[in-house]
């Protein structure tokens, strides 16, 4: 029989990478209420905007408004995206709870997503996790393309593993590793993981899926019989990379809570309350939402 953990930890990145891709235009007031209900389902960990310039994500151009903006409930880490120091100064600050850091495990990626090469960018981050470190801040690091790349296509784990290192040396305390064009498959993630798994501590590794092929959910089985324990999740599925095109849809956290809770796994997240936020944010869109779960109570 399979072993399963008794418990996993859900993070949502919807407001910021679920909303980052969105074409029209959001009010920053139905960001922060969507914020505020997502507050009330259970998280421990909700990631809300990101600090980048407005030219890049004009989506999240109101990061300082939603971060002064949000209802903060205590137990939750609330998070931002910043790509250099000056989305770092903002940041600090909004007194956000953590900060993350990002680039990605492909050459050609990461110079189309922030314009540099991948030594070009250690520097840079290295700059931001030691300021943000001396302000008694967390840092999560992201690694996009771990399981494949839309102009390289797949990637060494051994190339994953070396950026990976870089990041901890530098001081991050938690890595999330991003299938960021949704191409992963269960049998690629379970030799990609067995590769890693001596060599990086499991216990402060996120998996990061997303569901463009409909496989997101299988690929977290595989990770959950690694020891992986922490998942990021975007309510209703929202987002996608926009500079990996065809990347359409996170893993959906619904979906995801859904599963885990059906197989008895906690999450402590309520599903109730997961349908009330995205059946608010989908209202704001003015569109269904991708999941499963959404696709059902939109029947009902």
Known sequence: ???????????????????????????TEDKIEWINQLSEAGYDYIEISSFVHPKWIPQLKDARE????????????????????????????????????????????NKNNINKTIEETYPV?????????????????????VFGCPYEGNI???????????????????????????VADPKQVDQTLHYLKDKLDFSKVAMHFHNTQGMALANVLV???????LFDGSLGGLGGCPYAKGASGNLATDDLVYMLDSMGIQTGI???????????????????????????????
């Open 1 to 27: 029989m399979l072993k399963w953990p008794d418990k996993v930890t859900v993070k949502e990145v919807g407001p910021r990478d679920g909303l980052q891709n969105e074409k029209g235009s959001i009010a």
């Open 66 to 109: 939603v971060a002064e903006g949000i209802t903060r409930k205590e137990g939750i880490t609330y998070a931002a995206l910043v790509p250099n120091m000056k989305g770092l100064e903002v940041a600090l600050e909004t007194n956000v709870d953590e900060v993350s850091v990002f680039m990605s495990a492909s050459e050609s990626h």
């Open 125 to 145: 981050l290295e700059e931001v996790v030691k300021e943000a470190k001396s302000n008694h801040k967390p840092v999560r690091g992201y690694v996009s393309t």
């Open 156 to 182: 060494p784990p051994s190339q994953v593993l070396e950026v990976s290192n870089r990041l901890f040396d530098m001081g991050i305390d938690e890595l999330s590793l991003g299938d960021t064009i949704g």
């Open 223 to 229: 990770s959950l019989q690694h020891d992986i324990s």
């Open 270 to 300: 309520h599903q109730g309350k997961l349908l009330e936020a995205a059946s608010y944010i989908q209202e704001k869109l003015g569109k269904a939402l991708p999941s499963h779960q959404m696709q059902v109570n939109n029947r009902i």
